[in-house]
């Protein structure tokens, strides 16, 4: 029993996310490998190994090696740790512009334009790329019962936000293990919104001027 993913390019995934999930599901019935792969598709495989994900010990993709068909690949997956080896793919995906369809939960997410990222949020938002209009909507739309966002670049760096009842937000950041984990709170989300895309886009001052506490764990 695995999880499943399947990434497709975007001409086989056609426009409609109907058409995406029926692709998918063909690419894991598929056992014809293709004879000149699309390199979008290679350069994506060579990215996931080089990410660890068929590690020998600490792996997580159930078959290895992957076939790569015409139009996609399919990715089995364990169960071990779901969420994050979806943020892995998202980015994966988005930077090489494919597409990515979890077959599981029967969702599509299409390359978007804008920074690679894994981004998460509470009202559901999985992304593989975000622009800052985009980060912009999220911020502004958070759900009062989840009214929290997470953008990634791996399990151990990332930066986050938690919008208080008050209106005001908790701001984190990790940039490494739990030594290197900060907080701060902001009153006003459009000073989230800075901060958050400025430490997206690698500005190296993103972080001066507050008020950072190491958090305890």
């Given amino acids: ?17 109907s058409a995406a999930l029926a692709t998918a599901v063909a690419v894991f019935e598929s056992e014809q490998v293709a004879s000149d792969a699309d390199p979008r598709l290679t350069a994506f495989l060579a990215d996931l190994e080089a990410a660890g994900a068929a590690d020998e010990d600490n792996g997580w993709v159930s078959v ?3 076939q790569v068909s015409t139009d996609g690949v399919a990715v089995p997956t364990t169960y071990a740790d779901v969420d994050n080896n979806l943020v892995v793919l998202l980015k994966l995906a988005a930077r090489h512009s494919l597409v990515l369809v979890d077959l599981s939960s029967e969702k599509v997410d299409r390359p978007a334009p804008g920074e690679p990222i894994g981004v998460m949020a509470g009202d559901g938002t999985r992304l593989g790329a975000l622009t800052y209009r985009r980060l ?25 936000a938690l919008r208080q009842k008050d209106g005001s937000f908790v701001l984190e950041y990790r940039d490494g293990g739990p030594a290197l984990h900060f ?5 006003k989300g459009d000073e989230v919104l800075r901060r958050m895309w400025a430490w997206l886009r690698g500005e190296p001052d993103w972080a001066v001027g507050a008020n950072w506490q190491r958090v305890q764990f």
């Fill in 183 to 187: 907080s701060t709170t902001l009153p």
């Fill in 136 to 160: 912009e909507s999220i911020l502004s739309d958070l759900p009062s019962s989840d009214p929290w966002i997470v953008l990634e670049r791996d399990s151990e760096v990332y930066v986050q």
């Fill in 64 to 66: 290895w090696p992957l």
């Fill in 1 to 17: 029993m695995s999880y499943d993913f399947a990434v497709l390019t975007p001409e086989a995934a056609g426009g409609d996310d």
